[in-house]
């Protein structure tokens, strides 16, 4: 039987709330239609940096975001999304007096498109409730801009059924650093042993339980189980409704 929880601690993306990628834009590149909300930079673009073309801009964006994650898989720090933006228009010769007001603007933009894009739906505004009821409530999430993770929780009408929102750009580290569920514990004035995480990530959201000594119930949604010699979760789901019956039990 699972020990009688007093917290739960949710993971946001992928686990709450969940993304429509035909909401972000679409851009042509090399002759393929890629959904990013790059797309709805060009005005700003042509200010910032004249002469680059979205495509050229995409290319570069994507490049720096993927040695990014590299190197954080390794320190598990987590950087602001306007540094993203600002080490890319810095190599597409963005003038320095304006570099940084320029990648605050294009983050920003950026960032109202991953709103737009982001769903609630209605299966989990009634887990979360129902969660609510039993006790203490929590979020901590990997995100590289707080401010916009509280404005996805308060246009879903999620952020008044939380006690504490823990997000990692927030505090400089990332799940699956343990601190990130620390703060959240903390937050929650609750210990280790009285929480649940749920999360759909395994390497970070496994990874960070594990690390924290918290129960981690993972949302295996595509069945594909536990990774060779990794460590199990306590629990495994399908679906995010599938921990009521899990609480239910304890």
Not at 70 to 84: F, G, N, Y
Not at 87 to 114: F, K, P, Q, W, Y
Not at 225 to 232: D, E, F
Request: glycine fraction near 8%.
């Amino acid at each position: 039987m699972p020990p009688p929880y007093r917290g739960v601690l949710f993971d946001l993306f992928g686990t709450l709330v969940t993304f429509d990628t035909a909401r972000l834009g679409a851009l042509d590149v090399g002759g393929r239609r890629v959904h990013t909300t790059v797309a709805a930079l060009g005005p700003r673009l042509a200010e910032w940096v004249p002469g680059v073309g979205l495509e050229e801009f995409w290319q570069v964006l994507v490049t720096v975001s993927e040695e990014m994650a590299r190197a954080r898989c390794d320190d598990h720090v987590e950087l602001p999304s306007r540094e993203r933006f600002r080490r890319t228009l810095e190599r597409l010769g963005c003038d320095d007096t304006v570099l940084l007001e320029a990648a605050a603007d294009l983050s920003r933009r950026h960032m109202s498109r991953i709103v737009t894009a982001t769903l609630l739906p209605p299966e989990h505004t009634a887990v979360l409730a129902a969660v609510r009821a039993r006790g203490r409530v929590g979020l901590v999430s990997n995100f590289d801009d707080t401010a916009t993770a509280f404005v996805i929780l308060e246009r879903h009408g999620v952020l008044s059924q939380l006690d504490t929102v823990v997000v990692s750009e927030a505090i400089g580290l990332r799940k699956p650093h343990p601190a990130v569920l620390r703060t959240g514990l903390r937050g929650l004035e609750l210990s280790a042993s009285e929480v649940l995480f749920v999360g759909d990530s395994f390497a970070d959201d496994v990874g960070a339980a594990v690390a924290a000594g918290v129960d981690v119930a993972w949302i295996d949604a595509t069945a594909s189980g536990v990774p060779a010699g990794a460590p199990a979760p306590t629990y495994m789901l399908r679906q995010l409704s599938d921990v009521l019956r899990l609480l239910e039990r304890s």
